[in-house]
DNA sequence: ACCTTATTGAGAACGGAGTCTCATTCTCAA
DNA sequence: TTGAGAATGAGACTCCGTTCTCAATAAGGT
């Protein structure tokens, strides 16, 4: 779940990143790109300035954001929007699939479970709605939670 | 879709809510209550201000918060949270359903499909994760903004 | 009708997420 | 090695949803 392979992040040139010309590597990109790499879920602003603080020294939350912002349009991270939850970043090239939170420690994990909600996918409901997306969040207990 | 049958909420005393005993029933109330019920939909705080606005005269902002707050505690209206939208309320009652957003006109409304997720209610998934909630919305073309 | 007290309106104030500023530092192509 | 310009850090600032304040108003029990 972090490994380069998983989202063809791989050495290629300048620090090892796979990122658009005039985009410049520095530690502090490496070190978001990385925190984002090895998070078990999406990760907030916040959380990714922890993260990614705690590997590379010193990290302003403007950097967090400004990179958030560049890494999402140069479409190496996209965003996630959980029901009353602050916008959230995770790397691209995961799949379709959602998450978990866990009502205990408010962590959110991503899934592997196959999508019970695909079959709705292009279909006209009745009334009139056509659905071409769909947003599903499970809650509950995260394996630690549940075990302590 | 707005009959007080459906939520149960009929003449009874006072201005014909029921409402707790020191709860006072004023036109404002009543208004916020009525936008509610008739709304397709949950709506956000402004939104209530909008309507109830129009079915009673003046009505503050403070007004519209404070009696969403206190209805709530009441019981009788709940607050839903769709992904990347501020806070809505709908009225107690219309049992579990889900929500449709327009990707046009941003409105959302209120879903009468059966449930796609509820296999998953109290299933422990791979992976450790015990399934006690679910949040679901679907997004796409409302009714009207198909036929436009 | 009266009195107690919940409720209201208008606007000031708050809080947290996110953005901007700008002097300084760092990347990297030449 | 060097220079142009991308990137950074710290904090001020903006935005906006929500709450607070307080004098005035109005439910509703008696």
Redesign the pocket.
Same mark, same amino acid.
């Given at each position: 779940m972090s490994s380069d392979a998983q989202s063809g992040r791989a050495a290629e =040139?300048?620090?090892g990143e796979r990122?658009p010309?005039?985009?410049? @590597? $520095? @530690? *502090?990109?490496r070190a978001?790109l990385q925190a984002l790499d090895e998070a078990p879920g999406p990760l !907030?602003?916040?959380q990714v300035l922890e993260r990614a603080g705690a590997i *590379? =020294? @010193?990290? =302003?939350?403007? $950097?967090?954001?400004?990179?958030?912002? $560049?890494l999402e349009e140069a479409g190496e991270i996209v965003a996630v929007h959980l029901p009353n939850e !602050?916008?959230r970043y995770e790397p691209t090239g995961r799949g379709h699939h959602h998450h978990f939170r866990c009502d205990n420690c408010e962590g959110v994990f991503e899934l592997a479970t196959t999508c019970p909600v695909a079959v709705l996918e292009g279909v006209t409901l009745p009334g009139g709605f056509e659905v071409r997306g769909h947003a599903l969040t499970l809650y509950g207990l995260c394996p630690r939670c549940r075990g302590a």
């Amino acid at each position: 779940m972090s490994s380069d392979a998983q989202s063809g992040r791989a050495a290629e =040139g300048r620090g090892g990143e796979r990122l658009p010309p005039d985009m410049r @590597s $520095t @530690s *502090q990109r490496r070190a978001i790109l990385q925190a984002l790499d090895e998070a078990p879920g999406p990760l !907030t602003p916040h959380q990714v300035l922890e993260r990614a603080g705690a590997i *590379q =020294g @010193s990290l =302003g939350l403007a $950097t967090v954001y400004r990179n958030l912002a $560049t890494l999402e349009e140069a479409g190496e991270i996209v965003a996630v929007h959980l029901p009353n939850e !602050t916008r959230r970043y995770e790397p691209t090239g995961r799949g379709h699939h959602h998450h978990f939170r866990c009502d205990n420690c408010e962590g959110v994990f991503e899934l592997a479970t196959t999508c019970p909600v695909a079959v709705l996918e292009g279909v006209t409901l009745p009334g009139g709605f056509e659905v071409r997306g769909h947003a599903l969040t499970l809650y509950g207990l995260c394996p630690r939670c549940r075990g302590a």
